[in-house]
């Protein structure tokens, strides 16, 4: 099994570093679909841009506080500081908006390598991983390679799964959560699934 983090070959995760892989709650069973290129880059831009405005939204509302307590004799002087910083802001959440837009489309080929096609019907079912109607035994399957992002500061670390790819006999399975619908429900659990079976062997 071949791992990669941020896109760098690395030795597997130590069983502490597995713990710290994001997951989400186990289901049973999980059914998405395959979003198309179009889609899925709206659906990443809607979520980044949501994500940021948010943010941007609660140090709008915090200057805006303090800018209203500081003595009136500061106030004015408060208040256009405070509109600096958050325009200021604003323009480095689109700066990293139009950057994050820039990334994901230079590495979309590369994601949807090997993917299903679009509308593809796509799950996970307590026999296996389902494509199109088709059932991969959990079984039959191995981790042929995963993706990770690495979060965290000093002291904890966390990843989130990007990819998976699993191999059987049936042949292979491309998961991307952010090229499916549910996308991180599939992977997470198909990732719980593999793991509690021992596939692959140790991360």
Do not use: C
Not at 8 to 16: D, K, Q, T
Request: net charge neutral; no cysteine.
């Amino acid at each position: 099994m071949r791992v990669l983090i941020d896109g760098n070959v690395r030795e597997p995760l130590s069983p502490a570093e597995e713990q710290d892989v994001r997951q989400f709650r186990a289901e049973e069973s999980v059914e998405g679909s395959v979003l198309s290129a179009d889609e899925a880059t709206e659906a990443h831009a809607s979520q980044t841009k949501l994500l940021f405005m948010i943010l941007w939204a609660f140090v709008a509302i915090v200057a805006a506080v303090i800018a209203s307590l500081a003595e009136p004799a500061d106030q004015a002087l408060v208040f256009a500081g405070a509109v600096v910083i958050v325009g200021a802001l604003g323009a480095f959440f689109a700066f990293s908006l139009w950057r994050r837009k820039r990334n994901w489309q230079r590495d979309l080929p590369r994601r949807l390598a090997g993917l299903a096609p679009a509308n593809t019907v796509i799950g996970v079912t307590p026999a296996g991983v389902a494509v199109a109607g088709q059932i991969f035994p959990w079984p039959t399957l191995a981790i042929e390679q995963v993706e990770l992002a690495k979060f965290g500061g000093r002291y904890r670390t966390m990843f989130t799964l990007e990819r998976l790819t699993l191999a059987g006999p049936g042949g292979v399975v491309v998961l991307d959560p952010g090229l499916m619908k549910n996308g991180h429900l599939i992977i997470g659990n198909a990732w719980r699934r593999m793991r509690l079976a021992g596939s692959g062997g140790t991360v």
